[in-house]
């Protein structure tokens, strides 16, 4: 087998999870099994053979959205947030191989604004989602509003909901759960352009005085109707309705203490308290 026999049966896959044309697609990964997968079933050997596989692998989901379509790989990093200088071309993402590869290889891609919640878009609205200048991470005017209101759609390749389904924080925000506050960072920022500016970004984090652990099951979005799972040989595979989930994560949120997606130690989501207001020191990175 080549890789674009390989790549085509992959593709396949996900047209019959339920992935169209003209789909605004946003792609979670932990690409490790299907690299090793390929290598073994194509022959491939080296970083050389990697590097085709990929360009190959995103060449082909461009190919099946196709122009109409668009396609949002993340790149988030909390270095911003560690006093660490952000570079808007170079500053490596935190959350998969596929997006950082996507970053450093292909000129076809631009990256988003926010220096926490960056993606690498291609597409039809690529210019859209570059030209937004939202200041905090997941608000009504961010990337993630965009993908609700668009009926988006979140493919999960081979990672748990509960390790990349950033999407929640955004239903959060828009909702303004109890547990999270709005937290400023500052720092120095080197735009596209090669601009150096200090700015200063928005997180809704997590108040760290409340205990809590994920605990997201992988059939929850599943059961409610708005996600289908597959697989690929041993690679599992999710397609989620974003626009459907909302409201099934904020009824979740509102009427069901989150259970869901957390276990909280000996509390309970107050709504009629509002945000909790920590200590100024309390910080929490969320994926």
């Known amino acids: 087998m080549n890789i674009e026999q390989y ?3 992959l593709i396949s896959t996900f047209c019959d999870l339920g992935v169209k044309k ?8 932990d690409v490790t099994l299907l690299t090793l997968d390929a290598l ?3 022959g491939l050997k080296g970083k050389k053979d990697i590097d085709e596989f990929y360009s190959v692998l995103i060449n082909s ?11 949002m790989f993340p790149v988030f990093t909390w270095s ?14 935190e959350v998969g191989a596929l997006g950082n590869w996507v970053l450093n290889n292909r000129k076809d891609f ?13 597409g039809r609205d690529a210019d859209k989602l570059v030209d937004m200048n939202n200041r905090t991470a997941w608000g009504k005017d961010s990337p993630f509003a965009y993908l609700h209101a668009m009926h988006a759609k979140n493919l999960i390749i081979n990672v748990s909901l509960s390790g990349s389904f950033t999407f929640l924080h955004y239903v959060e925000e828009t909702i303004g759960v109890p547990h999270r506050y709005y937290k400023d960072f500052h720092g120095q920022y080197l735009d596209a352009a090669g601009n150096v500016k200090e700015r200063t970004y928005t ?21 409610a109707q708005v996600a289908k799972k597959g697989t690929f040989g041993n690679i599992n595979l999710q397609l989620v309705d974003l626009f459907g989930a909302f409201p099934v994560i904020e009824e979740n949120l509102r009427y069901h203490n989150g259970d869901n997606w957390y276990d909280f130690m000996g509390y309970k989501l107050d709504w009629d308290k509002g945000q909790t207001h920590p200590d100024e020191t309390d910080m929490l990175f969320d994926k």
């Not at 631009?110 to 291609?122: A, C, D, I, N």
């Open 22 to 29: 003209a789909d605004i697609l946003y792609i979670s990964s």
């Open 40 to 42: 073994r079933k194509c």
């Open 80 to 93: 911003f947030c560690r006093n660490i200088p952000y570079d808007e071309k170079k500053t490596q993402g």
């Open 61 to 71: 989901m461009q190919k099946m959205v196709g122009d109409e379509g668009t396609l």
């Open 110 to 122: 631009r990256r988003t604004k926010h220096p926490l919640y960056s993606f690498m878009v291609w």
């Open 203 to 223: 997180m809704f984090v997590r108040d760290l005085d409340i205990e809590s652990k994920q605990v997201t099951p992988d059939d929850c979005l599943v059961d």
């Open 7 to 9: 790549t085509d049966s």
